[in-house]
């Protein structure tokens, strides 16, 4: 069973800054089924990217995927008031990730 | 491309309850679809699987045995029965629909709430 980590929980940031969330696996996994997902308070889920780098319909390119094996990383650039949420990754579907909050330094 | 659950509220330990996610937008047929839950203040679990068809599921072992996902293609409507609910059932429950391929989901309904207590 494949287990995910994101570390650490809470991340700090002033607007503008460039955000890098980690997710970790706990074996090698395909990238094609690694997705991350954004969820602000009181709202569902939100794709923003899936096979670790493709970007969701409509998703700005403020946001970017990468990595492979078991280490993958979400970047957000310029970070503005509306990106400040839970992100969460996930694997084939089945598995997320604990989430990283990204609040207002 | 809309998702809408219904069917949550409270309920007491050991009963029954069945959700419905009401889809519109997209030939529902041809999608996959999945359930995922949110304890309060908690993560995202994935609770189970329906095929496009409705030919095979698939579940958590966290829910194995008592719940089951069920669909109408006819009418646009999935289904969670739930059966012998647990305390530690209570959360918002979410529809998706499954991206193909990269096996993800690619929209959600906005949740509907269970809570279990007597």
């Known amino acids: 069973e494949i287990v995910l980590t994101q570390s650490p929980g809470t991340l700090s940031f002033f607007p503008g800054e460039t955000a890098t969330l980690s997710c970790r696996a706990s074996?090698?996994?395909?990238?094609?089924?690694l997705a991350w997902h954004q969820q602000k308070p009181g709202q569902a889920p939100r794709l923003l990217i899936y096979?670790?780098?493709t970007r969701a319909t409509g998703i700005p390119d403020r946001f970017s995927g990468s990595g492979s094996g078991t280490d993958f990383t979400l970047t957000i650039s310029r970070l503005e008031p509306d990106d400040f949420a839970v992100y969460y990754c996930?694997?084939?579907?089945?598995?997320f990730g604990p989430g990283t909050k990204v609040e207002i330094k | 491309v809309q998702l809408v659950e219904s069917g949550g509220g409270v309920v007491q330990p050991g009963r029954s309850l069945r959700l419905s996610c009401a889809v519109s937008?997209?030939?529902?047929?041809?999608?996959?679809m999945h359930w995922v839950r949110q304890a309060p203040g908690k993560g995202l679990e994935w609770v189970g699987v329906?095929?496009?068809?409705?030919?095979?599921?698939y579940y958590a072992d966290s829910v194995k045995g008592r719940f089951a996902i069920s669909r109408d293609n006819s009418n646009n409507a999935l289904y969670l029965q739930m059966h012998n609910l647990r305390a530690d059932d209570t959360a918002v429950y979410y529809c998706?629909?499954?991206?193909?391929?990269?096996?993800?989901?690619?929209?959600w309904g906005q949740g509907t709430l269970v809570t279990v207590s007597s």
């Open positions: 998706a629909r499954e991206l193909r391929g990269p096996y993800t989901f690619d929209n």
């Open positions: 937008g997209f030939r529902f047929s041809d999608y996959g």
């Open positions: 329906i095929y496009s068809d409705g030919s095979k599921t």
């Open positions: 074996q090698s996994v395909s990238s094609t089924y």
């Open positions: 096979g670790a780098s």
């Open positions: 996930q694997h084939y579907g089945r598995t």
